[in-house]
């Protein structure tokens, strides 16, 4: 039996780019509407989606007036939103980059969203503290957390590949938050029957 290959998130991504689409309805099956509703009125609020992948996330949020920039680490995925978004009247701001060092000044931001995101850091403190550094005083940062304790196949044109991931406990997200200054405003789970699948929790700056 052939092993599969665990790449990093930028390599991983880079080759699910081209059929990342294929996956939205079941993605979004993890938030089941319960996310952009948390983040009120939107209208030029400006609104960082890191790890913004193809654009599950950014291009609803534009559409409610925000000024998003979308950040992620694969340049391929952000390939792929820019083409999505070309013409619109108000594009989305595509950047390369990475949630643990992020290439903004202070407080330059109203919302900070992460959706799929801190699964696939080892620890999200860096993540988290970099989030408080480019909100804006009262800020906010939307952050979800899957129940992933084993990495999904993610196919690929060229077969399946596993995308390195990690297991976050609910209770240590909040708590890491807390320890940064953070005020959790809202905490919502997502589940299916007695199992939850998605931890959804807004912070405040």
Not at 117 to 137: G, N, S, W
């Amino acid at each position: 039996m052939k092993k599969i290959k665990v790449l990093n998130s930028e390599a991983g991504y880079s080759l699910a780019a081209d059929v990342y689409d294929e996956n939205e309805n079941y993605l979004n099956s993890f938030e089941q509407g319960e996310l952009i509703p948390l983040l009120g009125a939107l209208e030029d609020k400006k609104v960082l989606d890191v790890g913004a992948g193809t654009g599950r996330l950014s291009l609803p949020l534009a559409n409610r007036g925000a000024r998003v920039t979308a950040l992620d680490v694969s340049p391929k995925m952000l390939e792929a939103l820019f083409v999505k978004c070309s013409d619109r009247s108000s594009p989305i701001t595509t950047i390369i980059g990475d949630a643990e060092n992020l290439p903004f000044e202070n407080e330059s931001f109203d919302i900070v969203a992460a959706a799929f995101l801190i699964v696939h850091l080892k620890d999200p403190t860096r993540f988290f503290d970099e989030a408080y550094r480019v909100l804006k005083d009262g800020g906010i940062l939307a952050v979800t957390n899957i129940n992933q304790k084993d990495p999904p196949q993610v196919k690929t044109k060229g077969g399946e590949i596993i995308i390195e991931s990690f297991y976050h406990r609910p209770e240590k997200v909040k708590e890491i938050l807390e320890s940064l200054a953070f005020g959790i405003e809202e905490e919502i789970f997502v589940r299916e029957k007695d199992v939850w699948v998605n931890q959804i929790i807004v912070a405040k700056k």
